[in-house]
């Protein structure tokens, strides 16, 4: 019979559902052919889920957790370009808290040990009646993956694990000294876990709703740029609508000259016709004339009743086209009070709102960890973020770059004489007022040449 020392880990995947809740669940080998588009999953279509990958032990309990997305096509196969090493951040993921099996390890936005995966993971709910890790405990315990679940009475000794007393310790201890002793370490135990696991679950919220308050300042950041430009685009079109009435009482003025031009004209022939006439003898020009005179007076009279008629026509549309244009230019005076109104509302004006409103700016930066932003120095920290940071850590911007490039690379950055980096794993600096240039990044060999150098 022989004795497994180390049980056997669990692989398993939770979906999450929109509406909260876990809505299906899967071992690892069906995940993976999901990944390699064996079987489709066509209630997830087009939408971008929210999992969970998880290391469950023999007796039910997580030991490990993983928060990721995951994007589905239009035919519900999963991304193919969809490449995370979720047991690579599993296994090197930073502690979380206990869910029954001490601390488990913890991966996702805020707690990523990978920085280049974070984009890739979601940070969980941990608020009271919605947390999602105590949704997946619960979950697991229901085994509706049909895990084998080993149990705890029936767990065999390791015989390297038997160790005999010496002989002076043979005698039998006090019991009653012996299970004071035991009850008082376990109840320190307990609470130092307790008091570490409450600590872990602040943070986690804390930077939990510090990315929630960054993502709605975006928002409204973006809305209020919206809200600018469609009242540029109705500004031109208001515009646009002008030019075209200017354009319109043009034209109509071109037409009434035309029609004078054209009456003057008439008149001018009717009197050629008219001195003609007159040349006649005196009989005929006294008929021709009584005859001229009363198709004249009747040409005239229709000819000016016309074009009464028509000047006031084009006088009631004249007046019609001016009362548009005073329409249209206080439309666009007052669109255009809204613009400035609105241009002098923005940027500061909404960061003293929200300062009104409770909203504090906190920002994260390596070393310094969150900081409050007070509304005085949000233009400073715009400017110049690291500059800022440098001086909440009391040491000099050059300074800070040059321990920020070491915190996110921890190698030596000593040259060999082939003119490339040492690039030595060395001990990461956490506090940039500790470091020192010349020293802090240099592997124990170079910071020995480094100081051979000084001393010369």
């Known amino acids: 019979m022989s004795i497994q020392n180390k049980p056997h880990m669990v692989e398993a995947v939770m979906f999450f559902s929109e509406r909260g809740g876990i809505c299906k669940e899967m071992l690892f080998p069906e995940f993976e052919a999901l990944l390699d588009s064996v ?22 309990m997580i030991r490990s957790v993983v928060f990721f997305f995951l994007d589905f096509d239009e035919k519900g196969a999963a991304d193919s370009g969809w490449n995370l090493p979720l047991r690579h951040l599993a296994d090197n993921a930073g502690r979380g808290p ?78 009653a000294l012996a299970q004071a002793e ?24 804390i930077s939990t709703l510090s990315q929630q308050y960054e993502e709605e300042l975006a928002r409204l950041k973006m809305a209020s740029a919206e809200q600018l430009r469609s009242v540029q685009v109705e500004q031109q079109r208001l515009l646009q609508a002008l030019r075209q009435q200017e354009t319109l009482n043009a034209r109509l003025k071109e037409q009434l000259g035309a029609q004078a031009a054209q009456f003057q004209s008439g008149r001018e022939d009717m009197s050629r016709q008219r001195r003609v006439l007159e040349h006649n003898t005196r009989t005929e020009m006294d008929l021709l004339r009584s005859q001229f005179e009363r198709e004249s007076q009747a040409k005239v009279a229709a000819a000016v009743a016309e074009s009464r008629e028509q000047v006031a026509i084009r006088d009631v549309e004249l007046a019609y086209r001016v009362e548009q244009q005073a329409h249209t230019q206080q439309e666009l005076e007052r669109v255009t009070a809204e613009r400035d109104e609105l241009a002098r509302q923005g940027g500061e004006r909404i960061l003293e709102r929200l300062a009104k409103l409770g909203v504090v700016f906190v920002v994260y930066h390596p070393g310094a960890g969150h900081l409050t932003v007070p509304l005085q120095d949000v233009a400073r920290y715009q400017n110049n973020p690291l500059a800022y940071a440098a001086s909440k850590c009391f040491v000099s911007e050059q300074q800070y770059r040059q321990w920020l490039e070491h915190y996110q690379n921890p190698v030596c950055e000593a040259q060999l004489p082939n003119g490339e980096r040492c690039a030595m794993p060395i001990e990461r600096i956490d506090s ?23 001393v010369g």
């Not at 608020?127 to 029936?154: F, H, M, Y």
Request: with cysteine; proline share 7%; charged share 25%.
């Open 39 to 60: 079987v489709n999953m066509p209630e997830f279509a087009d939408e971008q889920v929210r999992m969970a990958y998880l290391l469950i032990n023999p007796r039910l």
């Open 98 to 175: 206990d869910m029954g099996a001490g601390p488990i390890r913890l991966a996702c936005r805020s707690q990523c040990p990978v920085s280049w995966h974070q984009m890739h993971l979601w940070d969980p709910s941990l608020a009271p009646g919605g947390n999602d890790l105590v949704l997946l405990r619960d979950t697991v315990k229901r085994n509706a993956l049909g895990l084998i679940v080993e149990d705890e009475s029936s767990a065999v000794m390791v015989p390297e694990r038997l160790h005999v007393a010496a002989e002076d310790r043979w005698q039998a201890p006090d019991p």
């Open 182 to 205: 035991k009850a008082a370490a376990e109840k320190d135990r307990e609470q130092r876990a307790k008091a570490a696991q409450m600590i872990k679950q602040q943070r986690l919220r």
């Open 432 to 454: 940039p007022s500790r470091f020192v240039s010349a020293e802090s990044g240099c592997c124990t060999q170079h910071k020995a040449l480094s100081r051979l150098r000084t």
